[in-house]
């Protein structure tokens, strides 16, 4: 018998990107509208989530919008993609 793969939701939500960026959930979503994160959907007009193909493709390129975000944006460049402790 084949082992089942876990498949993940195609989108993720606000905490999951905070989470894999270590930042907080605002921040994430402040970023986002600057246009310093991968743009954002609206799930029936209120909830923000993110494509997670492209987040993690992003993640993966090291973020390069941050690149070009100043300070804040180098500051937030050292952590992308990097494993996230739970404490």
């Known amino acids: 018998m084949a082992e089942e793969q876990q498949r993940l939701p195609a989108f993720m939500e606000s905490d999951e990107v905070a989470f894999e960026l270590g930042l907080s959930v605002r921040t994430v979503e402040t970023r986002s509208m600057e246009g310093f994160i991968p743009g ?18 992003w993640i993966q390129d090291g973020c390069p919008d941050f690149q070009a975000g100043g300070a804040y944006g180098a500051i ?3 952590t992308c993609g990097q494993p996230t402790e739970i404490v």
């Open 40 to 57: 954002y959907v609206r799930i029936f007009g209120r909830h923000p989530r993110w494509q997670r193909t492209v987040i993690l493709k």
């Open 76 to 78: 937030v460049s050292k």
